[in-house]
């Protein structure tokens, strides 16, 4: 059995193999959502339906959220990336022979919820001090290059067959678990931990207080929400959005601008990597600013070459904002909780805003709100939120000096 390995060098094998399982992971996600939508529009399901197949998906991991972490810390990371993964193979499986997409895509929720705070989890685990911001870059980066690769295929594929765009989805999850061998076995982070129900949910909300109450972490945690909540509603913004602006009604577009933010994001993680380090997080925040007035600009825009170009530039300061964030909870997480737990209560967090933003969003669809002025209520409102979540940080900082 390997031990943690902190001072190993950023590509060793275990980093390797670590990148390409989740780059498949990844790739299988968000090709099946695209995929998924298709069928959901073959099958006449309303327009809102769509935001509620992505609130089914997030539900899983605020239910799952004080087990995981601890199932993550519990064994070693790889084999429960694996185990993950095959949960993902049988959603896209159960998607593909034609049953219920909900109950398909919930399946691939659970193997989400289980592999992440493995999959961040690991990082702390194979790298160690500044390496680890670069190795969430570079995770970052492989997850994205998925994303993109994976949202293209989903759309592509989609409107030429769609069952081979279901097919490419569970041979994607395959090959993922088959790269999750290649991952050393790591020691358990924490082994010998009790698995009765209460008393792991008592363990996980005692994590939730202790990096809530450290100022750094609950910094991460509100930052790190913001995004993914606001990331998520974006992707489905698009989907109506598109035929409206552009006047455009195939599913290869809206996966096609998602693979925009997708290059962008790339390129602001490896800025961060690069310009950012763990003493220096604060960095990060103007980006987080100008994300949600790029995106006011974005649903303002009638012309494809203006959209492309501007989400480029959300993905670009997106990739910028969230990298530091997420070295920073991870660092500090391993500290205190353990990484697995700091990582399930990073998804808390993260799923409990992409749950509140897709339920408002279903809601405004369902209520007839235009799509442009949806957008742009969306974007000044991120920004709002995020210059607030500066000025507290800024404040705790200056009345540490003080105390201090």
């Known amino acids: 059995m390997h031990n943690s390995t902190g001072g190993e ?17 990844a790739f299988g996600d968000n090709a099946l959502l695209f995929a998924t939508l298709a069928v959901l529009k073959q099958q006449v399901y309303p327009d809102w339906s769509q935001p509620v197949l992505q609130m089914v998906f997030v539900a899983t991991y605020i239910i799952l959220a004080p087990f995981v972490g601890q199932l993550a810390d519990s064994f070693a990371k790889g084999r429960v990336m694996m185990f993950a993964n095959g949960l993902k193979l049988l959603g896209a ?21 289980a592999y992440s705070p493995a999959k961040y989890g690991i990082l702390g685990e194979i790298t160690g001090g500044e390496t680890l911001v670069k190795a969430n870059g570079l995770m970052e980066s492989s997850t994205i290059a ?110 096609l601008l998602n693979a ?29 600013v100008l994300i949600g007035v790029a995106v006011v600009c974005f649903a303002l825009q009638h012309t494809a070459a203006g959209a492309y170009g501007l989400l480029i530039v959300i993905g670009m300061l997106g990739g910028f904002f969230v990298v530091p964030l997420n070295a920073l909870l991870q660092m500090r997480g391993k500290e205190s909780v353990g990484a697995g737990n700091a990582i399930a209560v990073q998804n808390l967090g993260e799923n409990g805003a992409m749950l509140l933003m897709l339920g408002l969003y279903s809601l405004a669809v369902k209520l007839g709100a235009p799509p442009v002025a949806t957008g742009v209520g969306f974007g000044a409102l991120f920004a709002l939120a995020i210059a607030v979540l500066w000025g507290w940080q800024l404040a705790q900082k200056r009345s540490g000096k003080r105390a201090g």
């Open 9 to 25: 060098k950023l590509l060793s094998r275990a980093m390797l193999a670590v990148i390409a399982a989740q780059f498949l992971s």
């Open 93 to 113: 499986l159960t998607i593909c022979f034609g049953f219920n997409p909900f109950i398909g895509y919930a399946l691939v929720g659970i193997g989400a919820a």
């Open 146 to 255: 998925a994303i993109l690769l994976g949202s293209i295929a989903g759309g592509v594929l989609a409107d030429w067959n769609l069952t081979g765009a279901l097919v490419a989805c569970v041979l994607a999850y395959g090959l993922a678990v088959a790269a999750n061998v290649l991952i050393p076995k790591l020691a358990a982070a924490r082994a010998g931990q009790s698995w009765h129900p209460l008393h792991m949910s008592r363990s996980f909300f005692r994590a939730c207080r202790e990096l809530w109450r450290d100022g750094e972490t609950r910094f991460s945690l509100v930052g790190t929400s913001l995004f993914w909540g606001a990331g998520v509603t974006l992707r489905f913004l698009l989907v109506l959005w598109v035929p409206v602006a552009l006047g455009i009604t195939d599913n290869k577009t809206p996966t």
């Open 260 to 288: 925009m933010v997708a290059i962008g994001i790339v390129f602001g993680a490896g800025a961060a990597a690069k310009l950012v380090t763990l003493k220096t997080v604060g960095r990060c925040m103007p980006a987080g």
